[in-house]
């Protein structure tokens, strides 16, 4: 199972992936295809359990919008590092959509890119295989210079830069 | 190292600790970056973009490292730390290029984290000067001195450097993008030809407001900017660029590389589609998050204050007496001289195109002659042209001889600047893993077939742009006459085009005939020219002369009447 992330620390995962080919829905929370959702809409809903929808990074934001309140957990592909529309979309949930579960990154993602899903509005980040732990953990103390507004905790642009609070190091 | 006092220094953005802070980090992930690929954490595949958006690029026979120059503007005491690392670590020389950015070509890798702490040493780096990134911002040359300065576009065009530093949400576009702005009603930053072009305008009252273009470009598929907005408040431009941006960053094609500019976009989806689309996302972020404070502006504005002029007489008579003596000089200040805002002064271009010589070169030797020059006639303060040419912002007029003299002596006084022999030219095949063609030994060519001053000044303003492929870095397609390499079956053969231009009468060159080989091209640039003198009417330019007649005529003389 894939190490995931928050703050820059490993923490644990409730949540199972599940495969559109996969039959019966399994105990517990489920992040299930934006396609499994529209099919299985009305059983996932009355299993009264958190459910989380994964899109592919050309399913943008307004494709759950109107579903939002029913996802704990949104998760954003990314297929290869330099596929960057995630980014926006996860902003476009924070800001837009006022959306405040879990937003997870997944797929191909280096940690030179942490930061900035930290700054458009990502919580978690499932490590992709053999990634290296220590660059990630390294990661969100590289740079504390931010120039422009981000999504998390950042006051309005009321100076052009300023320092970031990284939290913890 | 010359240090002149600040009140004789002119208007530079100077980096305050948290700027200096930013890029000693910058330095210090880089180093790691470079690690961690050679441990083979980070693959090749992963580790490209990486060093791109460091300005690091794989060229045909070494390392190019591209060093941003913020919208062209340097201090005298960064110039000459360029020299030092163009005579340390390249071959003694450096590349001026048509983004106002410098290359040095010759570069060793493991050269490199020490080049970028020797660059951070003086508030410099190559960040976001390649990759799918904003790229650095460009403006006019003579922002802050023109005479028909509106808005001073350096304020606006930092304002940008910074909010795109590392933009987290707009670092992995489908491709690179690149915005210019412009404040004068003349447009020297060929905005045009941008994925975002800005023209700062002056409204009711002073406010400042934009207007904005979208989807310009060139490449193999060139497009002029269309306007998406005919005045976006000065507290608003963020916002919008941000609304821009973040539709582009969605929408905007990702499955093939020469699709990929929002140049594309535009043509696919129509500019009334996507005013629609970013006018919608704007509604949404609008709001203090996004506001661009004026207080920030004012900060931004102290830097760029004017230098400490002296009060002078608009004439000067030592410079009228130094003309009517000197034809070399006179036909210098013909050629070389801008009108400057303020009475007594003149803005100078250095051209950097002597006969034969490489465009856009210019040895460690001549960096420091321009830096000790700057240092004594023009506030400390040096300007990279798109042109690829030197400018001396603010020179008194008083002063004009001694400064020729001096460039006269370091190689640097031709006086073509905006002529024919003032080429711009990409690298080409000598350098460039991309090229078809060889463009600078043509440009060469060229230039020593008009090396007579004289016909070059009879002809008049006339710009060959001159590209080695189709990706177009030369501009070919807004010069007068450009000129564009391909490869034809595996010989160099190269397409002429007439009638383009880049500035606020934007237009794409006509193509004038059939691809012609190396040989050739000096010849029919000279036939296009014997033609334009032939046909031309009073004052009228290059491109009046191609409007009124057309290009026939000029296939004729190139091809023969049978064409």
New interface residues.
């Given amino acids: 199972m894939a190490l995931l992330l928050k703050d820059g620390q490993p923490v644990g995962d409730s949540w199972t992936h599940l495969d559109d080919a996969a039959g019966a829905v399994p105990e517990g929370p489920v992040i299930v295809s934006l396609d499994r959702w529209r099919r299985d809409r009305a059983a996932l809903i009355t299993r009264n359990t958190p459910v989380g929808v994964r899109l592919k990074s050309n399913q943008?934001a307004p494709e759950i919008a109107a579903d939002l309140a029913r996802f704990a957990l949104v998760a954003l592909e990314f297929p290869r590092?330099?596929?960057?529309?995630a980014?926006?979309?996860a902003?476009?949930l924070r800001?837009?959509h006022g959306y405040t579960g879990e937003i997870r990154a997944f797929g191909h993602i280096?940690p030179?890119?942490y930061?900035?899903?930290v700054?458009?509005g990502f919580t978690t980040v499932e490590l992709p295989d053999g990634a290296?732990l220590a660059?990630w953990r390294?990661a969100l103390a590289?740079?504390?210079?931010?120039?422009?507004?981000?999504v998390a905790g950042?006051a309005?642009?009321?100076?052009?830069?300023?320092?970031l609070a990284t939290g913890p190091k | 190292m010359t240090h002149l006092s600040s009140a004789a220094a002119a208007g530079i953005y100077h980096y305050d600790e948290i700027d200096r802070r930013f890029l000693a980090e910058r330095v210090e992930q880089f180093r790691r970056q470079v690690a961690r690929r050679l441990s083979g954490e980070l693959t090749e595949d992963e580790f490209k973009p990486i060093r791109l958006m460091n300005g690091l690029y794989l060229q045909l026979h070494a390392y190019m490292l591209r060093i941003a120059i913020p919208y062209g503007v340097l201090s005298s005491d960064q110039l000459r730390a360029l020299a030092v690392i163009g005579r340390r670590y390249d071959r003694g020389y450096g590349h001026f290029t048509t983004r106002q950015n410098l290359q040095f070509n010759w570069i060793k890798l493991v050269d490199v984290p020490e080049i970028l702490a020797d660059l951070a040493a003086v508030d410099m780096h190559g960040i976001q000067t390649s990759g799918n990134c904003i790229r650095n911002v460009t403006t006019d040359q003579f922002a802050g001195a023109a005479a028909d300065e509106i808005v001073d576009p350096r304020v606006y065009a930092e304002i940008l450097r910074q909010w795109s530093t590392l933009h987290p949400e707009f670092s992995f576009l489908p491709r690179k993008f690149k915005i210019a702005i412009t404040g004068s009603g003349h447009d020297r930053a060929a905005i045009a030809v941008h994925d975002i072009g800005i023209r700062a305008r002056s409204g009711p009252g002073g406010a400042v407001g934009f207007e904005i273009f979208v989807g310009g470009g060139l490449g193999r598929s060139p497009f002029l900017g269309r306007r998406l907005a005919d005045w976006v408040p000065e507290a608003d431009l963020l916002g919008w660029l941000e609304a821009v941006l973040r539709v582009y960053n969605q929408y905007g094609r990702r499955d093939n590389i020469y699709k990929a500019r929002i140049k594309i976009l535009v043509h696919e989806v129509g500019i009334d589609r996507l005013r629609e689309q970013v006018e919608e996302e704007f509604a949404r972020i609008r709001g203090p998050k996004y506001r661009l404070d004026p207080e920030i502006v004012e900060t931004i504005r102290r830097h760029f204050a004017p230098p400490a002029f002296a009060a002078l007489p608009a004439v000067s008579p030592a410079l009228e007496q130094a003309r009517a003596g000197d034809p070399a000089f006179a036909r210098w200040t013909r050629s070389n001289l801008t009108p400057h805002r303020q009475p007594g002064y003149a803005a100078v271009t250095i051209s950097l195109k002597p006969t034969g010589g490489i465009p856009g070169d210019a040895t460690s030797e001549q960096m420091e002659a321009v830096a000790a020059l700057a240092d004594r006639y023009s506030f400390g303060e040096i300007r990279v042209s798109h042109e690829q040419n030197l400018v001396l912002a603010h020179v008194r007029q008083d002063d004009l001889p001694a400064l020729w003299r001096e460039l006269g002596r370091h190689g640097l006084d031709a006086a073509n600047a905006g002529l024919v022999g003032d080429i711009i030219s990409c690298p080409g095949l000598d350098y460039c893993a991309l090229a078809n063609a060889r463009s600078i030994p043509l440009a060469q060519d060229i230039s020593r077939r008009f090396a007579d001053l004289d016909l070059q000044h009879r002809i008049g303003p006339l710009k060959i742009k001159m590209s080695g492929c189709i990706n177009a870095c030369g501009h070919h397609h807004v010069g007068d006459i450009g000129i564009l390499g391909v490869d034809k079956h595996g010989v160099e053969t190269y397409q002429i085009t007439i009638g383009g231009t880049a500035t606020e009468e934007a237009a794409l060159g006509q193509v004038v005939g059939p691809a012609v080989g190396y040989d050739q091209v000096a010849d029919v640039v000279e036939a296009l020219v014997a033609l334009y003198l032939e046909r031309r009417g009073e004052g009228e330019s290059f491109l009046q002369t191609v409007a009124r007649i057309g290009v026939r005529p000029f296939k004729e003389k190139v091809y023969g009447a049978a064409a």
Avoid: M, N, W
Wanted: charged fraction near 35%; hydrophobic fraction near 30%.
């Fill in positions: 943008l590092f330099r596929d960057g529309r980014f926006s979309t902003r476009e800001e837009h280096l030179d890119q930061q900035f899903l700054r458009t290296g660059s390294h590289e740079i504390d210079v931010a120039y422009q507004a981000g950042d309005p642009l009321s100076l052009l830069r300023r320092k």
